[in-house]
């Protein structure tokens, strides 16, 4: 089992920066694929960045791409997602997930945080 608990949510005005983190127990992160997704208000679950167990390098959504980055501290057993130039658009519910694989579904993630609130005004 693996345990996730966020933080770092709140209000931001457009253009600003925030950063989640991610802490995890019950087992080593470094075997799972680590990733943030976002619920927007009214839509659905969609995939923000990843960092994918296999080494193949982060993978980001093209709505996020140059201005959100993942980071994960193995020592720590913690992930991050710094956010910078945010846009009302980014406004949603962030969640933390791990699973196995290498894939952009939350259906193959395995375990997720309670998420986290991030509202960008404009």
């Known amino acids: 089992q693996v345990q996730l608990v966020e933080s770092g949510g709140g209000l931001v005005q457009a253009g600003g920066s925030l950063r989640l983190s991610c802490a995890a127990s019950?087992?080593?992160?470094?075997?799972?694929?680590m990733a943030w997704f976002r619920q927007p208000p009214g839509k659905a679950r969609e995939l923000a960045a990843a960092?994918?167990?296999?080494?193949?390098?982060?993978y980001y959504a093209d709505s996020v791409k140059g201005r959100f980055t993942i980071s994960r501290d193995n020592a720590k057993n913690t992930l991050d997602l710094q956010m910078s130039s945010l846009k009302p658009e980014d406004t949603a519910v962030y969640y933390c997930a791990a699973g196995r694989g290498s894939s952009a579904l939350s259906a193959a993630y395995t375990y997720w945080g309670q998420g986290t609130q991030v509202t960008v005004s404009s």
């Open positions: 019950g087992r080593a992160l470094y075997t799972y694929t």
């Open positions: 960092d994918f167990w296999a080494g193949s390098g982060p």
